[in-house]
């Protein structure tokens, strides 16, 4: 039995996708999650 490979993606391509997409994502170690009721103005970088 496969498993399906899983896709890492580089912060680059995180930010490519997200500039593209009208739906908001978060970036947690090289997975690409959407986030469920968010909206753009909401989605401001934080600093930690």
Same mark, same amino acid.
């Given at each position: !039995?496969?498993? $399906?490979?899983?896709?890492? *993606?580089?912060? /680059?391509? *995180?930010?490519?996708?997200?500039? @593209?997409? $009208?739906?908001? =994502?978060?970036?947690? *170690?090289?997975?690409?999650? @959407? !986030?469920?009721?968010?909206?753009?103005?909401? $989605? /401001?970088? =934080?600093?930690?």
């Amino acid at each position: !039995m496969s498993t $399906n490979p899983i896709k890492l *993606y580089s912060v /680059k391509e *995180y930010f490519e996708i997200e500039k @593209a997409s $009208n739906i908001k =994502h978060e970036y947690i *170690y090289g997975g690409i999650f @959407a !986030m469920g009721g968010t909206r753009t103005l909401q $989605n /401001k970088p =934080h600093d930690y």
